[in-house]
């Protein structure tokens, strides 16, 4: 790992220790981040310069060229007022063909994005980091057998993206600075949430790997191949014991029901998945009700949860479930359209999976309109040899991605409308640029 | 639903060999007597309860998104995927635990204490509505559990990869349905205590299949017998802890206790705990309801266990070879040989020892302890028509 800062005698380290942020952590956690952004390695002049706001230059050495512009602009992070990290969302990695293929994708609108670039990861760190380890201490007061300790933790190692409890803590946040403004800190019940929708995604995600047959996730092998069924069956139910015990820890009737409404979405979801329809127009809105279900579901309740705990009024909590909504539906949107354009290094996961699975999705249900011959390929759930390869070169051809493509930026705009709704503070922005980076994602 | 049961019909004739899951029971049938004089007493108390709560299980089947998949049935059967077996169980309601029906029984034998509204509960039976989704939720946890562990673990070595993945899949999704909804009708209750209890029975029984020994279909195994045997008592938890396990490993009568406790008797002390709850009783009477659903829960896994070791086939982890082994631990080397496969062990060879030993009279004795306990319990009540049915019951077992 590439040591970015010069500590020391670097001013960014006094200006950062009156934030508050530990700069050794910050390196490495920044690093993280960049990664999963897709931002890592090349930092060019153009990146953040110009947007920063009094500025502290720091003398130029070669060798420190990579240093000093990072700390460039993280002087300008600091100095602003309001704290902001500086990674354009949207300058592209220089990874091959996927880069370039993305090009085209770019939602650049002017005056879409904010005027300071933030990172909302970078913003949440404190909270962020500690997400994982309660989550592990949670499961490990649990029990005390080991190997069930060890199948339920496997995907709690901080690798994930940790979108979930990334956007209830923002959504809290820019909440509480709504209604209280600057009195406002985190609530424990918050966090607890933003933990507790980690843990029913994850519960989830082991149970769709069992029945999946998924060979990988995260870039890692899945739970199936080191484990067996059974035992990797009932540590998903471990885990949503689990986090049902901390559901009614927190003590509030509305948060229960929606969270507990959670967890039956998910399972009708998979249900959906499972049955297919005749019609084109039916099938699109089942598609729909069940990408609600098994994705958006999750994050629009977990938002709204946050929100009443904050003591919000009805139509606060709306807001925020209307933005959890249509940031969930833009997310599994753009899921379904990378399953067709990325690669397996960057996903983690081999791609026409959802084809293989007999999935049809946003993508294929556009091509339809253009190429009738996938009708048939999707009752069949393309069973027949050859039938994934075809299809997966119909989309290609025809319109389906661009139009996936669209349909997400209107959730996204959508998402972006609503988090404008509330009072603005750092928080708020992020929400936006979370909404922009679902968007833009690679991985 | 006639097709569905023309079908479970079809594979009740046929005798499968059972794996050695706990819960499940061979479908044949029982001495006449006795059967006739069990249910008969159930009978009775379901009339004393107002419904027949066995059909509660029949919900999961009437469903309409489940229906449409029960098409495939057919083709499970066919493969002799464990889930058919579970669900054959269920129709046909062989000698299984209605638990639901023991909430009840408990909940009207306590009464309401506190002030209710008229709306809350039922004149007739004087039992809360709320009570009555308890009975619904245990049943619905019990049966989603007994999904999940039909499961059958897939190897390199496995045939029809694709089919008993499809019957994994279903088996999967039925028992997450019926867990979600039992979360979201314990959530309707809005009682904070009662759903973290309910919880972490959940959660109890999700340890359960990781307790001790398992072999490739993790099936349990017993633990080598300690040459010195101790009385390990496990400890009431009335709260939310896990259960510890230190020092029962190896003890056979304590890991026999402790596995039964994490596999259905926690369950039912904890839904007679939290119903008791929901009546608003003093904070003692629901850690009587406690102690009594999981005393009674023990001494009928103990008396169903020995009716089933005279079958072909029987769990290797139940009471009377686990007391076997306690008095005889050479017959060990027999039953290690499960621990790769099921089909190397000598059930015959198991049970000409077992029925020779004094096993069949140590788990008499194991269950008349469990049941002497329940009754104690018992008695800290005032009779009522409930409590002899309740007394009947544990005395039919």
């Known amino acids: ?443 | 639903m006639k097709s569905l049961c023309k079908l479970f019909a079809a594979c009740s004739k046929q005798t499968f060999r059972t794996s050695t899951l706990y819960t499940n029971t061979k479908i044949r049938m029982y001495k006449m007597d006795r059967r006739l004089e069990f249910s008969s007493v159930i009978k009775e108390a379901e009339k004393v309860v107002g419904y027949p709560v066995s059909f509660l299980n029949l919900r999961v089947i009437l469903n309409d998104e489940i229906a449409n998949i029960l098409s495939y049935t057919k083709k499970l059967i066919e493969m002799k995927h464990p889930l058919v077996q579970t669900l054959s169980n269920l129709v046909f309601q062989n000698e299984q635990k209605t638990f639901g029906l023991i909430v009840l029984l408990m909940s009207k034998v306590a009464g309401l204490s506190g002030n209710f509204r008229e709306s809350e509960y039922d004149r007739g039976t004087d039992i809360l509505h709320s009570q009555r989704v308890i009975a619904e939720v245990i049943e619905m946890i019990k049966t989603g559990h007994l999904m999940h562990t039909s499961l059958s673990n897939i190897d390199a070595s496995t045939k029809n990869v694709l089919d008993i993945n499809f019957g994994n899949k279903l088996a999967l999704l039925y028992g997450d349905y019926l867990l979600a909804i039992s979360s979201s009708e314990l959530a309707r209750l809005k009682n904070h205590q009662v759903q973290q209890i309910i919880s972490s029975a959940l959660r109890d029984l999700a340890e359960s299949q990781f307790f001790g020994l398992r072999d490739p279909q993790n099936n349990p195994i017993p633990s080598k017998p300690l040459p010195e045997q101790k009385d390990v008592k496990i400890p009431n938890e009335f709260g939310v802890e896990p259960l510890k396990f230190e020092d029962v490993l190896g003890n056979m009568k304590a890991e026999w206790t402790l596995r039964n406790i994490l596999c259905s008797g926690s369950l039912l002390a904890k839904c007679c705990q939290g119903s008791l709850i929901l009546a608003d009783h003093e904070f003692f009477v629901p850690k009587l309801a406690y102690i009594f659903g999981r005393n009674l829960a023990l001494a009928w896994q103990a008396s169903l266990e020995k009716v089933q070791i005279k079958e072909e086939t029987f769990s290797l982890v139940s009471a009377p070879v686990m007391l076997h082994l306690q008095h005889d631990p050479s017959l060990y080397t027999e039953i290690e040989k499960g621990l790769s496969d099921q089909k190397k062990v000598n059930y015959d060879l198991i049970r000409k020892v077992v029925m020779s030993g004094p096993g069949l009279d140590k788990t008499d004795q194991l269950k008349k302890e469990f049941s002497d306990t329940a009754l104690n319990v018992l008695n800290n009540f005032s009779d009522s028509g409930s409590k002899t049915v309740l007394i009947n019951i544990i005395k039919a077992l």
């Open chain 1, 1 to 443: 790992m590439r040591r970015v800062f010069a500590l020391g005698e670097n001013p960014v380290t006094t200006v950062l220790a009156m934030a508050s942020i530990g700069s050794g952590r910050l390196c490495a956690r920044v690093q993280e981040k960049l990664c999963q952004w897709g931002q890592y390695t090349r930092r060019e002049a153009y990146s953040c310069v110009r947007t920063k706001i009094g500025s502290q230059t720091a003398p130029r050495v070669p060798q420190e060229r990579q240093n000093e512009k990072h700390s460039q602009s993280l002087a300008a992070t600091a100095a602003s007022t309001v704290s902001a990290g500086c990674w354009h969302p949207c300058s592209r990695p220089e990874i091959a063909g996927t880069a370039r293929s993305f090009s085209t994708m770019r939602t650049q609108q002017p005056g879409s994005l904010p005027e300071y670039q933030i990172d909302p990861y970078h913003l949440l760190e404190d909270d962020l980091k500690d997400v994982y380890i309660y989550i592990r201490d949670a499961l490990r007061r649990g029990t005390y057998q080991d190997d069930l300790y060890e199948i339920a933790t496997y995907y709690f190692d901080g690798h994930g993206k940790a979108i979930r409890p990334m956007v209830a803590i923002l959504m809290a946040r820019a909440i509480n600075y709504h209604i209280y403004k600057e009195k406002s800190g985190l609530l424990s019940s918050q966090r607890e949430v933003a933990m507790i929708s980690e843990m029913i995604h994850t519960a989830s995600l082991v149970h769709d790997d069992v029945i999946d047959q998924s060979d990988f996730r995260r870039g890692k092998p899945s739970v199936n191949v080191m484990w067996n069924h059974k035992k990797v069956t009932m540590a998903g139910d471990f885990i949503l014991a689990v986090a049902s015990i901390m559901i009614a820890r927190l003590r509030n009737n509305d948060v229960t029901l929606v969270l507990s409404q959670v967890v039956t979405d998910l399972v009708q979801g998979e249900f959906m998945q499972l049955g297919s329809k005749e019609t084109e127009n039916e099938r699109f809105a089942h598609y729909l009700t069940k990408t609600y279900r098994k994705t958006a579901s999750l994050i629009a309740n977990s938002v709204k949860s946050v929100t009443m705990l904050a003591g919000a009024d009805e139509q606060l909590a709306d807001v925020s479930y209307q933005y959890g909504r249509n940031l969930g539906l833009a997310f599994q949107l753009v899921d379904d359209l990378l399953d067709f354009v990325s690669s397996s290094a960057a996903m983690g996961k081999p791609t026409a999976a959802d084809l293989k699975l007999g999935l049809a999705t946003a993508p294929v249900l556009f091509a339809c309109e253009k190429y009738p011959e996938l009708n048939p390929m999707i009752m069949r759930r393309f069973q027949e040899p050859g039938d994934v390869e075809r299809a997966f070169d119909l989309v290609h051809k025809s319109r389906g991605l661009e139009q996936t493509q669209y349909l997400a930026k209107q959730h996204c705009q959508e998402a972006v409308r609503l988090a404008n709704l509330l009072e603005e503070s750092p928080y708020q922005k992020g929400l936006i640029v979370a909404a922009d980076y679902v968007l833009n994602r690679m991985k």
